[in-house]
């Protein structure tokens, strides 16, 4: 993808740690993936300091949990060693946007046909030392686990997706549930047409793969076709409605 000019085309991020946010990301690792095929599968710590997994496993009430776990992260982001991890996975995350984000931008314009005038004029990228990485509005965390670009074009697709076709996915019979699995399945056109500029490929969860590999050829063909992209939505929630593995949806 040949790079455009303009700079009125780029949207900012910005960078950022929220303390508040990162307390309920820490609480929440512990949780199981609500997209795993089994049931069983928690997030993981990642960076967070072990004394939240120790509490955690104590199983005492979320309310006891929280106050707990709060101790511990106003205790650790002031340490040398922390401090030092937000300033230097920030820092190379902002380096990397600027090197890959007008093209990433560009290029889920294309995907969603959405014009990139519609898109978050801003968003906000908040460091989290745990492997989770939500998403909220136009707001979303990043980790050191993963470069930069990988994380931010897979959450502002979520968003700009949301934005512009839930409720048509909802008019279509698709319940919230759903809207939310297909959203991650959908993230699998990333290594498609952005594959350049994303360190690693997009690599879902695993119990969309299958269905991933159906819709990345049915993608294909609708690039071929040059049709709009609502027509190629409806060829995915077919499918999805009809796959095998349609109760894990």
């Known amino acids: 993808m040949k790079k455009t000019p303009g700079k009125e085309l780029f949207h900012k991020i910005i960078f950022g740690f929220n303390k508040e946010w990162e307390l309920h990301n820490w609480a929440s690792c512990s949780k199981i993936i609500s997209y795993d095929a ?90 989290t030392f745990g492997i989770r990485i939500p998403f909220w509005g136009n707001q979303f965390m990043f980790n050191q686990f993963s470069d930069f670009p990988n994380t931010a074009s897979h959450e502002i697709m979520h968003i700009e997706f949301l934005k512009k076709y839930s409720g048509y996915c909802s008019k279509k019979g698709l319940d919230q549930k759903q809207i939310d699995n297909l959203k991650e399945i959908l993230t699998v056109l990333l290594n498609e047409d952005l594959a350049e500029f994303l360190y690693l490929p997009d690599r879902g969860y695993d119990s969309h793969k299958e269905i991933r590999r159906k819709v990345l050829r049915l993608y294909r063909k609708h690039k071929k076709a040059k049709r709009d992209f609502p027509l190629f939505l409806n060829k995915v929630i077919a499918l999805m409605k009809t796959s095998p593995d349609k109760e894990a949806f």
């Open 38 to 127: 089994n049931g069983q599968r928690k997030w993981g710590f990642g960076g967070i300091p072990q004394e939240v997994e120790v509490l955690v496993e104590k199983n005492e009430s979320e309310e006891k949990l929280q106050r707990e776990i709060k101790k511990v992260l106003n205790k650790f982001v002031k340490t040398h060693k922390a401090k030092c991890i937000i300033k230097d996975i920030t820092g190379r995350a902002e380096k990397r946007w600027k090197e890959t984000g007008r093209e990433c931008l560009l290029g889920l314009s294309k995907i969603l046909d959405i014009p990139l005038k519609e898109f978050e004029k801003e968003y906000r990228a908040y460091f």
